[in-house]
Nanobody, 127 residues
Framework: QVQLVESGGGLVQPGGSLRLSCAAS????????IGWFRQAPGNEREGVSC????????NYADSVKGRFIISRDDAKNTVYLQMNSLKTEDTAVYYC????????????????????WGQGTQVTVPS
């Protein structure tokens, strides 16, 4: 059984930083594309970033490019999202997701590409 567990969310002032973690069981993360998504109240779910299996190449949404960094620790079977220079508009529930397919050359930030999802962690950046 595949399980993804996010942690690291919280309340942070504008300009601050947080690091989210996505710990997996039942799935070896470095064999599958992993994505981070977010959903703010009243908004559709938005792709934030993804990391390619094996190579570790990354993609980012324009809204977070240059501020967020996705990484993977294969020994811990965990993917991270380092979020810097946080803005009010980054407030959302953040989810990690894994593609069940073993795809080693690309990753997507389209949510329908992903099969396994965590429960989410809240990030709040007050105005």
């Amino acid at each position: 059984q595949v399980q993804l567990v996010e942690s690291g969310g919280g309340l942070v002032q504008p300009g601050g930083s947080l690091r989210l973690s996505c710990a997996a069981s039942g799935l070896t993360l470095d064999n599958h594309p992993i994505g981070w998504f977010r959903q703010a109240p009243g908004n559709e779910r938005e792709g934030v970033s993804c990391i390619v299996a094996n190579s570790g190449s990354t993609n980012y949404a324009d809204s977070v490019k240059g501020r967020f960094i996705i990484s993977r620790d294969d020994a811990k079977n965990t993917v991270y999202l380092q979020m810097n220079s946080l803005k009010t508009e980054d407030t959302a529930v953040y989810y990690c997701a894994a593609d069940q397919l073993v795809i080693t050359n690309i990753c997507s930030i389209r949510d329908y590409e992903y099969d396994y999802w965590g429960q989410g962690t809240q990030v709040t950046v007050p105005s």
